[in-house]
């Protein structure tokens, strides 16, 4: 069993940064690839980026990728997405998962999801 909190969300202007977190509990979080993915209003849950478990690889959305950079930190069982660039398009509550069959695009591959967090860019 794994447990997600998100945190870190916010308002910020178009062009500025923001990090959020995504906290683990249980002992095994090491043992799962990790993924962030994104819903705006009206929208699908879309994926964002993923990060195998021992952070050697990492996959990215073609919408994203230059702009945002996912890192974790297993002694802290905590994974990170750094936001730079950030554009209006970018606003949509953010949600980390976990996955046990490593990197995956598809929300139905991830067992464990956090509660999300909002993210605002402003323009």
């Known amino acids: 069993q794994v447990q997600l909190v998100e945190s870190g969300g916010g308002l910020v202007q178009a062009g500025g940064s923001l990090r959020v977190s995504c906290a683990a509990s249980?002992?095994?979080?090491?043992?799962?690839?990790m993924g962030w993915f994104r819903q705006a209003p009206g929208k699908e849950r879309e994926f964002v980026v993923a990060i195998s478990w021992s952070g050697g690889t990492t996959y990215y959305a073609d919408s994203v990728k230059g702009r945002f950079t996912i890192s974790r930190d297993n002694a802290k069982n905590t994974v990170y997405l750094q936001m730079n660039s950030l554009k209006p398009e970018d606003t949509a509550v953010y949600y980390c998962?976990?996955?046990?069959?490593?990197?995956?695009?598809?929300?139905?591959?991830?067992?464990?999801w956090g509660q999300g967090t909002q993210v605002t860019v402003s323009s």
């Open positions: 249980g002992r095994t979080f090491s043992s799962y690839a």
């Open positions: 998962a976990a996955s046990y069959g490593g990197i995956r695009t598809r929300a139905g591959d991830y067992e464990y």
